[in-house]
């Protein structure tokens, strides 16, 4: 994923991945406590909005995170998406989130650059 590769000055690649699988414990943790919500756009572009996530996602991106943990399908990211789809009206679309449809803004708009 591409997130996998985005390494910083001397990281290796198994510190990079042990630093996504924490940011993503913490946003497990963060969709449980309701701190972090998901929000679905209406093309079923998907983003996740909370202090929590967008101040500590260590370079991870929402298209990414949502991968893996669509991936992992842990009880608090299957609970978080349903209530998101269910508020929303709008479910996620795969080929939405392969395209790189993405939100810098808790999902007030979205782009694809």
């Excluded at 929590?52 to 995170?65: F, I």
Aim: glycine residues 8%; contains cysteine.
């Amino acid at each position: 994923m591409p997130c996998d590769t985005i390494l910083r000055a001397l990281q290796t690649a198994a510190q990079r991945e042990r630093e996504i699988k924490e940011a993503l414990d913490q946003l497990v943790a963060s969709l449980d406590a309701g701190s972090v919500e998901i929000i679905i756009g209406a093309d079923g572009a998907v983003c996740f909005s909370g202090s929590t996530w967008e101040d500590n996602r260590r370079g991870v991106t929402d298209v990414c995170a949502y991968n893996r943990l669509s991936q992992e399908d842990s009880w608090a990211f299957r609970q978080a998406l349903q209530r998101a789809e269910s508020l929303s009206g709008y479910q996620v679309d795969e080929q939405t989130v392969a395209a790189g449809v993405h939100s810098h803004d808790g999902g007030r708009t979205w782009s694809v650059d």
